[in-house]
């Protein structure tokens, strides 16, 4: 597979990600390559204290004016890239996972519909990121904007069901907006608990696509799934959790921000075939599936830390996964493909606090879905950045390696009083001292909003040494 970042902020990001985009003029797409790249230049503030050039700011402007410019022409592609990468790739996670885009307040948008708990208004944006078991951020392979309609009081549960724009539809939507993986490779659809639903499950066993996903809810079984002779199993939740061990092993948990510090839990790991039976009462629509044939993983947490707080909770996940786990590794393999969903939370940050996606001041649909996809790209060039500092393989990378010497210049010499090399972690963490973080033991890995602000002062550096040397800026 390319390397995708090994050339992240280099001087072509913006002709490598959307210089393909076709847009009805030529000009037009040469104008998103010129604006995607400023914007990743110039990371903060409202669109005028990005786009200092008035010209440029009143070009960009037109730009998202164009009936030709929109959230499906931009991304495209990104996308189209993204999917060829793909191709390349033995085996590639899709994570899939929605969040929320808060637009309120914003009295001119049409289209945007209600989110939180019916008072505000935006978008529901469906993402789907391609990443490797080793946790190497691909791209963005499909984004849905959604609107969240107003349900009418008295509309039945066969016409809900039946409705085009009801929102479990996205799961699926995604998934054939992806489409196959070509033969000889594997791509596993990986989501949380939003996405069961027998529907979904049912469409990704139709389909041939191999799938994780983390129950939500007891089921009921079908047929006479059983642990031992003895006992005959109704519910899922039941049946697994008297499968007998496969092993132990270890899982990282995450730290709760100002609740909980990160820890590691020992898990005992179980795994069995299971059947699950189709819901009495149908939620979505099937091709008449009555059950399906499935792997259960249970992953529990054996000693679970004393205490009732948010991070004395023991850790218990049920996988569903029409990936074979039958054995202890197999099982481990199902669990460490769940393990890399965190990665999608973490591109909804770096949108939300880095790009500052909800702070875009449009107002108006035609011009704010093609600058989400704009930005949504640079994010996911954001998130990969900070992985290959977190990744022990990667972290000794060169930073020249992924952004331009110039910049590992400056901020080195910001850092140490003077140019000299540095490595993509020493790249990130000067960055985020400059933004703000003081490294101390129990800081842990910077955030998005420190090594945002550092990236922000980095351009503001950078820009006036350009300045000194009488290069354009």
């Known amino acids: 597979m390319e390397a995708l970042p090994a050339v992240a902020f280099k001087r072509d990001f913006g002709q490598m990600h959307f210089g393909s985009a076709q847009l009805g003029d030529a000009r037009r797409s040469g104008r998103l390559v010129r604006v995607a790249q400023t914007l990743l230049e110039n990371p903060s503030g409202t669109l005028p204290q990005r786009v200092r050039d008035h010209a440029e700011l009143i070009a960009l402007y037109r730009l998202m004016d164009a009936d030709s410019v929109t959230h499906e022409s931009v991304l495209e592609p990104h996308r189209a890239r993204t999917l060829a990468l793909m191709r390349q790739t033995s085996v590639v996670l899709v994570v899939h996972d929605a969040n929320e885009l808060d637009y309120t307040g914003r009295t001119t948008l049409r289209k945007v ?55 479990s539809r996205l799961w699926p939507a995604a998934c ?54 003895d006992r005959v199993y109704q519910k899922l939740y039941a049946y697994t959790r008297d499968l007998p061990d496969l092993g132990t092993r270890e899982v990282p948990v995450p730290a709760v921000p100002g609740k909980s510090k990160a820890r590691t839990a020992v898990v005992r790991v179980a795994a069995g075939p299971v059947s699950i039976a189709a819901p009495h009462f149908a939620r979505g629509e099937t091709d008449g599936e009555a059950s399906l044939d499935l792997w259960v993983v249970h992953v529990r947490e054996v000693d679970p830390p004393a205490g009732t707080g948010p991070g004395a909770r023991p850790l218990e996940w049920v996988l569903l996964s029409d990936l074979p786990a039958g054995t202890f590794d197999a099982a481990c393999r199902v669990v460490d493909y769940y393990q890399c969903r965190p990665m999608i939370e973490e591109f909804h940050k770096s949108k939300k606090t880095g790009c500052g996606i909800e702070r875009a001041q449009f107002e108006l649909e035609e011009r704010l879905e093609p600058l989400i996809a704009l930005l949504s790209v640079v994010s996911v060039v954001l998130l990969q950045l900070r992985q290959l500092a977190r990744d022990p393989q990667s972290r000794d990378t060169p930073a020249d390696v992924v952004v331009p010497k110039l910049y590992v210049r400056v901020l080195s010499a910001w850092r140490h009083g003077g140019p000299q090399p540095m490595s993509v972690y020493e790249f990130c963490m000067a960055l985020a001292r400059l933004g703000g973080h003081l490294g101390r033991k129990g800081d842990g890995f910077p955030g998005w909003l420190t090594l945002w602000r550092g990236w922000a002062d980095l351009m503001l550096m950078v820009k006036g040494v350009k300045a000194l040397r009488g290069e354009d800026v």
């Open 113 to 167: 519909g209600q989110i939180g708990n019916g008072g505000g208004r935006g978008y529901v944006c469906h993402n789907s990121l391609a990443v490797t078991p080793q946790r190497e951020v691909i791209g963005l392979a499909c984004q849905i904007l959604h609107t969240r309609r107003r349900v009418p009081a008295g509309e039945t549960p066969a016409a809900k069901r039946r409705h085009p724009r009801r929102e």
């Open 176 to 229: 054939a907006a992806i489409g196959p993986a070509p033969e000889g490779r594997l791509w596993i659809d990986v989501s949380d608990a939003g996405s069961d639903t027998f529907e979904f499950a049912a469409y990704e066993l139709r389909h041939g696509r191999h799938f994780v996903i983390r129950s939500a809810r007891d089921r009921n079984l079908a047929g006479e799934d059983h642990v031992g002779a």
